[in-house]
């Protein structure tokens, strides 16, 4: 385990701060996770039991069909007796529901104490349908889908499994607030409240260049875990900013820190982490229309969270729309990066709490 052999070796405190934080969002041991929000002062509840929709022969944008295909999900709290208290939460990349879990934590951003919140595994995450676990198109044969079919198969597990006609609100963080946006556009009339989080609209070109470059190494390195070694350093460079990493990690520590990282990024599926980039990069929720256009098609109320100093999900596209139509923002200052909602946490529940409670 990688947070266990930190402990135990190295003699660096704030490297396992560093290494806690990080896992908060990109660990995928149940006892990493365990450690990561203990540190960020988290108690999640009691994790909700992984269920599955099978949502059977699911055709995708492109035309192709995910076989058998199934949808994996938690639920937390209780449906209210309107059955007007339902969030949707998908999941950030690579993320799961089991780790998405503390979002309804009582006094989180989706406090199951006051909401019916309903985590969604997106596609491709190793819990729903995914390259790693397809019996009849594993690896390279599973079809590619994209953020929109990704809120499409979240919304057939809303309406004809849940049996939802409506959401009080979408929020999501990294590739959820993806997501979130992609809800707001696709489905405008089913939910009051939108909040993308540290998400984009459409990848900037900076965006696009980060996470074509990581898809460039796998498909280059043939998907070998050494592949994704070299993947996840990239992605580790990104996730903070140099300011943090530096106040953080003392140089010598670097080689350990890279070798555990490493060891970490070589177990994760590469077909399944190539599948969400694809998703990714092909993110753009205007298809052509100009802001304008796209204003007069959205009926929810918006709030839109931005890290400043995002490496990995640069904030430009989301303040620009968010400056154009003149919604609520939040622009997190630190210098935390990516992982500015968890540094600034306090700051996010107010917000959240504050536009969920208007």
Request: proline content about 4%; glycine content about 8%; overall charge positive.
């Amino acid at each position: 385990m990688v947070i266990t052999n930190l402990r135990s070796k190295s003699k660096n405190v704030a490297l396992l701060a560093y290494q806690l934080k990080v896992a908060s969002m990109y660990r995928y041991q149940s006892r990493q996770l365990f450690f990561a929000f203990i540190y960020l002062f988290v108690v999640s509840p009691a994790i909700a039991q992984q269920r599955f929709v099978e949502l059977g022969n699911f055709q995708l944008e492109s035309g192709q069909v995910i076989q058998n295909c199934r949808l994996g999900y938690r639920t937390f709290g209780r449906l209210n007796a309107n059955r007007s208290n339902a969030i949707l939460v998908p999941t950030w990349f690579g993320g799961t529901s089991q780790q998405k879990a503390f979002v309804a934590n009582p006094g989180g951003i989706a406090d199951s104490t006051q909401y019916f919140t309903i985590v969604v595994d997106a596609l491709g995450n190793g819990v729903s349908s995914s390259p790693s676990n397809s019996a009849a198109q594993a690896g390279a044969q599973f079809p590619q889908f994209t953020i929109r079919d990704m809120v499409r198969s979240e919304y057939e597990l809303v309406t004809k499994h849940l049996g939802l006609t409506h959401l009080f609100a979408v929020m999501g963080i990294s590739m959820g607030g993806m997501q979130s946006f992609e809800w707001m556009v696709s489905y405008p009339d089913f939910m009051d409240k939108v909040v993308p989080i540290v998400g984009t609209p459409k990848q900037s070109s900076y965006d696009r260049l980060f996470w074509g470059t990581q898809l460039t190494i796998l498909e280059r390195g043939s998907f070998s875990p050494e592949s994704m070694k070299t993947v996840g350093d990239l992605h580790e460079l990104n996730l903070t900013t140099p300011g943090y990493f530096m106040g953080h990690l003392k140089p010598e520590d670097e080689p350990s820190f890279v070798q555990q990282k490493e060891n970490g990024y070589a177990n994760t599926n590469p077909y399944n982490w190539a599948s969400q980039l694809r998703a990714m990069i092909g993110q753009d929720i205007y298809r052509g229309k100009s802001m304008a256009e796209l204003k007069a098609t959205i009926k929810a109320n918006l709030m839109i969270i931005v890290a400043k100093q995002d490496h990995m999900v640069t904030p430009g596209m989301a303040t620009e729309l968010a400056t154009f139509l003149h919604v609520p923002f939040v622009e997190l200052t630190g210098e935390c990066g990516h992982l500015a909602t968890s540094c600034e946490e306090d700051n996010v529940k107010k917000a959240v709490r504050g536009f969920l409670n208007k």
